[in-house]
């Protein structure tokens, strides 16, 4: 079996050691790769979130070289609490031709093999220029990148491509649906429970709310043409989160509950969303009716769009020839490959490991597919 060099395995482990967990901040991980780039002479953009404990890294090799190949990844990791543990998931320890710890395969391996080829990309003496985009908290909405993108924009850098090194097996990934959430707040008045006809019962009318959308995803279930290639191969929709009430004999005055559409390529997630938001205004008129103060409201929560790689994408061509293979895959999760390609960059995901051990307990990545990864940065260098 083979294994990663030395040095990428080191950084890998530096990088897994630092807690980066969406709630937390980012910088002492941003910090660690920007000194590392700085005494190599590379030079670097860094773009921050308003409270200025989160940063985004841009950086490239090879300035004023024409276009360029992005190499792509966030650096937030999902939490661990409540889950079983046999490892420290800030151990990054190594057993059984594995690396075990949060964001081992989500997606700390793979940035870290990429900074740790750095002196051989500029000893490559490349062509064309490589950029490093490591973003913060894409796991809670894409939101980092967003704000690098727009940075990249305002300074006149246009890249031509975009590898997105989410967890793939190393096999290019050409698309993946998009991921929309929402959060729809209720607002009722209460009674006594035995006065019902007074009050407003807003958790009944997000229950009412809740079963539209049940029915819209049945409905994309049975007549959505299908996307073979998909693990579920047509657009979906779920509440996660339901809250309200205080107490059995309390009409319930406020509710609001979480729900998300995860929609396949070439289908309009928002257009889905109205259709949920129009039957909601339906249930207003008598609400109101009862109080004028009542009614509902929905706040978006995330908006990631959905990715597919047209035929003869160059980017998805030169990940075929990197890894040395014609396959590509489908994904089922999100990532921000589809906020690059509305950028105007060709784009493409793969990486090392696979999103069957992301955010469970005692994630990992294997060795073999850190290796992988090398040899596929390994042959960027020489193309």
């Known amino acids: 079996m083979s294994s990663p ?47 200025g404990r989160k ?26 609490d409540g889950q079983d543990w046999r490892t420290d998931p800030l151990g990054g320890v190594v057993h059984d031709g594995r690396l075990w710890a949060r964001g081992s395969a989500d997606m700390k391996g793979f940035i870290g093999l990429v900074v740790a080829r750095t002196q051989a990309f500029l000893d490559a003496d490349l062509p064309h220029a490589l950029h490093y985009a490591f973003s ?10 967003r704000h690098l993108i727009a940075d990249l924009k305002d300074a006149g850098l246009a890249p031509q491509m975009c590898i997105v090194g989410e967890p793939t097996g190393m096999v290019p990934a050409v698309a993946h649906k998009g991921v929309y959430r929402w959060r729809c707040c209720i607002k009722g008045k209460a009674a ?8 407003v019962n807003a958790i009944e009318a997000g229950a009412r709310v809740v079963s539209r959308i049940a029915d819209l995803a049945d409905g994309w279930r049975n007549n959505e043409p299908r996307y073979a290639g998909f693990d579920v191969p047509f657009s979906t929709a779920a509440v996660g989160v339901m809250q309200g009430g205080i ?4 009409v319930p005055e406020d509710c609001h509950f979480h729900y998300e559409i995860r929609n396949l390529p070439g289908t309009d997630a928002l257009a889905m969303h109205r259709e949920v938001a129009d039957y909601a205004a339906t249930l207003v008129p008598a609400m109101q009716a009862v109080d004028p103060a009542t009614g509902l409201r929905f706040e978006a929560i995330c908006a990631i769009p959905s990715f597919l790689a047209p035929a003869g994408d160059p980017a998805v061509a030169l990940a075929q020839r990197l890894a040395g293979s014609d396959s590509t895959a489908l994904v089922a999760f999100g990532t921000e490959a589809g906020l690059f390609q ?42």
């Open 192 to 199: 006594h429970s035995s006065l019902t006809p007074q009050a």
């Open 55 to 80: 940063a985004n890294l841009f950086a490239t090799l090879g300035t004023g070289k024409p276009g360029g190949v992005i190499l792509s990844g966030h650096t937030d990791t999902v939490p661990w």
């Open 342 to 383: 509305q950028a105007g960059i060709a784009t493409v995901v793969c990486g090392p490991g696979s999103i069957n051990q992301a955010h469970q307990a005692d994630e990992y990545v294997s060795l073999e597919q850190l290796a992988l990864c090398e040899a596929f940065l390994e042959r960027l260098a020489s193309r």
């Open 136 to 145: 913060h908290d894409e796991e809670v909405g894409c939101f980092g990148v």
């Open 5 to 51: 060099t030395a040095a990428g395995l080191e950084w890998a482990q530096r990088l897994v050691r630092l807690n980066t967990v969406s709630s937390e901040s980012n910088l002492a991980l941003i910090d660690c790769i920007a000194d590392h780039l700085r005494t190599l002479g590379v030079p670097l953009r860094l773009t921050r979130d308003e409270s």
């Open 247 to 250: 107490a059995d004999n309390v």
